[in-house]
């Protein structure tokens, strides 16, 4: 097949959504089939680092992604764009293939989460009034787009069950999975230090960036209470994408040995960040699926976590003792004491147990088992079969 992807961000894989891009994208390659992206490099060339820009520009992304769809609607089969990214009704792009919807986290989801924060820490820095404006409008702006492209697209693909049960809409739609590239597994895991020298280092680990959703306003309980009954725990966040003295502000802890912040990090550098960690949190208030979750999985690291829809998806057969109700930080921080206190032959085999679940994930069966669904409703969509109803 020929697939073009969308998305509104640029091309680098550092940025989660844009990285479950670029490795199915790979994917889909090496078995074979043809595929193209569009980003925001490529509609916006000139570099900015400003973040008013870059949201303007995102705002006038599916305009000139529109433009280049309609320029070249025969040279695809399929286009697999991140919601939101093309809103608009398919006649108007001249394409017969399959318009595919893909969300990387429902965008209804973030926006409920946005509300529940809002009241449940209304003390949070708002910014000045004319940045508030400018934020609620561009945010506004992108749930009508995400809203209109549900509305327009052929097949939506989701990346966890509970998406799907919320669907409000008609239309056909799939879940799928992100995943792991064999390669980049195996060196997850052959960079892990011995069980004895993780259960000894007593580390806790997060991957993310440092923003509310993520737990950010959790993270200073879960500290007092882990050491409180373990005070030689450590504490290791990784890709926050801030500086260190806002971490510690909100964690209201002064500058100390225990606490290692690496704000950011390229990609190859993290099995060795990750070698020594005994295990993980990730305390998600609102997740699509986790991919920082699934790596530290990978690398044998038991990983407690939030019972968001997509922590959910990927503990729930084989490690759900590993979900706690979201926002509940007593029995998050219980399940960690619990892990860095067990004995070497219970976490050997708690470490089994997530490699074995990580396995699951990898690009190459997710890659096929897309295509194939994709070929279904292109066949569909061209006529090629009835109608098909329902959800697959």
Same mark, same amino acid.
């Given at each position: 097949?020929?697939?073009?992807?969308?998305?509104?961000?640029?091309?680098d894989a550092r940025l989660g959504a844009t990285r479950?891009?670029?490795?199915?994208?790979?994917?889909?390659?090496?078995?074979?089939?043809?595929?193209?992206?569009?980003?925001?490099?490529?509609?916006?060339? !000139?570099?900015?680092? $400003?973040?008013?820009?870059?949201?303007?520009?995102?705002?006038?992304?599916?305009?000139?992604?529109?433009?280049?769809?309609?320029?070249?609607?025969?040279?695809?089969?399929?286009?697999?764009?991140?919601?939101?990214?093309?809103?608009?009704?398919?006649?108007?792009? /001249?394409?017969?293939?399959?318009?595919?919807?893909?969300?990387?986290?429902?965008?209804?989801?973030?926006?409920?989460?946005?509300?529940?924060?809002?009241?449940?820490?209304?003390?949070?820095?708002?910014?000045?009034?004319?940045?508030?404006?400018?934020?609620?409008?561009?945010?506004?702006?992108?749930?009508?787009?995400?809203?209109?492209?549900?509305?327009?697209?052929?097949?939506? /693909?989701?990346?966890?069950?509970?998406?799907?049960?919320?669907?409000?809409?008609?239309?056909?739609?799939?879940?799928?999975?992100?995943?792991?590239?064999?390669?980049?597994?195996?060196?997850?895991?052959? !960079?892990?230090?011995?069980?004895?020298?993780?259960?000894?280092?007593?580390?806790?680990?997060?991957?993310?960036?440092? $923003?509310?959703?993520?737990?950010?306003?959790?993270?200073?309980?879960?500290?007092?209470?882990?050491?409180?009954?373990?005070?030689? !725990?450590?504490?290791?966040?990784?890709?926050?994408?801030?500086?260190?003295?806002?971490?510690?502000?909100?964690?209201?802890?002064?500058?100390?040995?225990?606490?290692?912040?690496?704000?950011?990090?390229?990609?190859?550098?993290?099995?060795?960040?990750?070698?020594?960690?005994?295990?993980?949190?990730?305390?998600?208030?609102?997740?699509?699926?986790?991919?920082?979750?699934?790596?530290?999985?990978?690398?044998?690291?038991?990983?407690?976590?939030?019972?968001?829809?997509?922590p959910r998806f990927i503990l729930q057969d084989g490690l759900s003792d590993l979900?706690?109700?979201?926002?509940?930080?007593?029995?998050?921080?219980?399940?960690?004491?619990?892990?860095?206190?067990?004995?070497? !032959?219970?976490?050997?085999?708690?470490?089994?147990?997530?490699?074995?679940?990580?396995?699951?994930?990898?690009?190459?069966?997710?890659?096929?088992?897309?295509?194939?669904?994709?070929?279904?409703?292109?066949?569909?969509?061209?006529?090629?079969?009835?109608?098909?109803?329902?959800?697959?």
């Amino acid at each position: 097949m020929r697939i073009l992807t969308i998305v509104d961000l640029p091309w680098d894989a550092r940025l989660g959504a844009t990285r479950i891009f670029m490795e199915l994208s790979q994917a889909w390659e090496t078995a074979g089939h043809q595929v193209w992206h569009y980003c925001l490099d490529d509609a916006f060339p !000139a570099a900015t680092s $400003s973040p008013p820009i870059s949201a303007w520009r995102r705002l006038r992304f599916p305009g000139r992604a529109g433009a280049f769809v309609r320029n070249n609607a025969a040279r695809f089969d399929v286009i697999d764009c991140l919601v939101g990214t093309l809103p608009v009704a398919k006649y108007r792009l /001249n394409f017969d293939g399959l318009l595919v919807a893909r969300s990387i986290g429902s965008h209804r989801l973030y926006r409920n989460f946005e509300k529940m924060a809002r009241e449940r820490w209304p003390d949070q820095p708002r910014g000045k009034l004319s940045g508030r404006i400018f934020y609620t409008i561009f945010q506004q702006q992108l749930f009508r787009n995400s809203e209109k492209a549900l509305q327009n697209c052929d097949l939506v /693909n989701l990346p966890n069950e509970y998406e799907l049960e919320c669907l409000e809409s008609k239309k056909p739609a799939i879940v799928q999975p992100y995943g792991l590239t064999e390669e980049w597994r195996r060196t997850l895991v052959e !960079a892990a230090a011995s069980p004895e020298t993780r259960l000894l280092r007593q580390e806790v680990s997060f991957i993310g960036m440092w $923003s509310t959703r993520k737990g950010a306003r959790d993270w200073g309980e879960i500290i007092q209470r882990v050491r409180g009954v373990l005070p030689g !725990a450590r504490f290791k966040f990784l890709g926050t994408l801030t500086d260190n003295e806002r971490v510690l502000h909100d964690l209201n802890i002064p500058p100390c040995d225990w606490i290692e912040m690496v704000p950011e990090y390229q990609p190859d550098e993290l099995p060795k960040l990750l070698s020594d960690s005994t295990v993980g949190a990730f305390p998600s208030y609102a997740e699509g699926f986790g991919l920082g979750l699934l790596e530290q999985l990978a690398a044998g690291i038991p990983t407690v976590s939030y019972d968001a829809p997509g922590p959910r998806f990927i503990l729930q057969d084989g490690l759900s003792d590993l979900l706690v109700p979201i926002g509940n930080v007593e029995q998050l921080s219980a399940a960690l004491i619990q892990i860095l206190s067990a004995d070497l !032959a219970s976490y050997r085999k708690v470490i089994e147990q997530c490699i074995e679940v990580a396995g699951r994930f990898l690009w190459p069966t997710i890659a096929k088992e897309t295509t194939r669904l994709y070929e279904t409703h292109l066949a569909r969509v061209r006529g090629g079969i009835s109608e098909l109803s329902g959800h697959d």
